[in-house]
């Protein structure tokens, strides 16, 4: 009967450089005295690492130094030949072995020299970064292969992007200093908004503009209008044009349907949890409720535009909480209507969080929450209240003056204290 076999896969995890030198050694590649010049070669090179990382003097620190070194070689060994055993046979042969370490030490240079994100101006590239990087990638955690040329994919690929994105932003009208530390994606993102929308000016909005460039970029009827699209890539470096069209296909296949599918309003988009997806140009001069009024447009009816009077505020969730329509100021009446519904039903906490969420300015949301829920119910729970045998407030004469002290009055009387 004859017997199944098995064959036992096993995984060379010796260094490229020790394969290489194997390789050539096999194949007459490398002659005897090949092997003794870089014999002759290899302690050099290893005292040269092990000052340059710490001192020659210690055991330890030259025993680093040739795990190193083995690094070095083998990383540039690999990558300049493409892992081809022959070819990196005839490099050991042809090229001194601190040529090949230092060759290992540039790509590692040059990686490190290349942004690790798409933030613009963010990455330091300074001698001592990258002493540390190559102290790190050298000994403690070296890279393979793969994992070398993925981070080098990843890091030119932010490259690009922030290629991209500063040179879209100079033709949109941005300086350099309005770019400084933003993320390159965000630019990006609104320079292709800013060309979708073909009756959009061609420069970079702030808040009120970009939310006016969403509200059109959701209609049905917006579409991109090539020709105006090629106006502008005209003249402009083939790879930028390349770039900015492929960036938009994507945008017109992708960011616009998610972007008419989603009904939150352009308020959330650029103020949410997709916050950041858009760069707003802050050095564009607004009106003042300009946006406000856009983006939250009962708010600013409720509230007469004093949105950031906190007189204002309470008067609208005092009203709210009690279930009557808010408006920005009270006559005595009203103010006795509150007091009374609160004194017969208490606050209903949940509307005032309800009408936030619904009607006001995304940034003030959680300011606005916290300003009701820690501030202004239990402060008027207890100056509203009418609980004390000792201290009655059966005319409602002392929660008549926190309401005035606290809220936008309408009636003269004892003012605000």
């Not at 990087?133 to 981070?151: G, H, M, V």
Request: aromatic residues 6%.
């Amino acid at each position: 009967m004859a017997h199944a076999s098995s064959a036992i896969a096993t995984v060379d995890g010796r260094p490229f450089f020790e394969k290489a030198l194997r390789f050539g050694v096999k194949q007459s590649i490398l002659s005897p005295s090949r092997l003794d010049s870089i014999l002759a070669d290899g302690p050099k090179g290893i005292v040269q690492i092990a000052n340059h990382f710490g001192t020659a003097h210690l055991r330890t620190d030259l025993e680093n130094a040739r795990e190193r070194m083995v690094n070095l070689v083998s990383l540039y060994l690999e990558e300049s030949t493409g892992s081809d055993l022959q070819m990196a046979a005839l490099a050991l042969r042809d090229k001194s072995f601190l040529s090949l370490s230092k060759g290992g030490s540039d790509l590692l240079k040059m990686l490190h020299a290349m942004p690790d994100s798409t933030l613009i101006g963010g990455y330091s590239a300074l001698p001592e970064d990258q002493k540390n990087f190559l102290n790190d990638k050298t000994f403690a955690s070296p890279l393979s292969i793969k994992q070398y040329r993925d981070e080098q994919a990843l890091r030119a690929a932010c490259q690009r992007q922030i290629g991209l994105a500063c040179w879209l932003g100079k033709k949109l009208g941005l300086t350099k200093d309005d770019l400084d530390s933003v993320v390159a994606d965000t630019v990006i993102r609104s320079a292709l908004l800013v060309l979708f929308v073909k009756e959009a000016a061609l420069e970079i909005p702030g808040r009120t503009g970009l939310a006016k460039l969403l509200q059109a970029a959701r209609k049905k009827t917006a579409k991109l209008d090539e020709a105006r699209l090629n106006a502008f890539l005209a003249n402009g470096p083939e790879d930028f044009q390349m770039a900015t069209r492929n960036a938009m296909t994507h945008f017109v296949s992708e960011v616009i349907p998610a972007l008419r599918a989603n009904d939150k309003s352009a308020d959330a988009l650029l103020h949410g949890e997709a916050a950041g997806d858009y760069f707003v140009n802050e050095s564009v001069s607004e009106a003042i409720g300009e946006y406000d009024q856009l983006v939250a447009k009962e708010w600013h009816r409720v509230t007469k535009g004093d949105g950031d009077d906190s007189n204002v505020v309470a008067t609208v969730f005092l009203l709210v909480a009690t279930g009557f329509p808010p408006k920005a100021s009270l006559l005595q009446r009203e103010a006795k209507e509150i007091i009374q519904s609160f004194r017969t039903s208490g606050f209903k906490s949940s509307a005032v969080i309800d009408f936030i969420e619904a009607q006001a300015p995304h940034e003030m949301r959680d300011d606005l929450k916290d300003l009701w829920l820690e501030d202004l119910r239990p402060e008027a729970e207890t100056h509203l209240a009418d609980l004390d045998p000792e201290m009655p407030d059966s005319h409602m004469e002392r929660a008549l003056r926190y309401i005035q002290k606290t809220c936008q009055t309408s009636w003269k009387g004892r003012g605000r204290s």
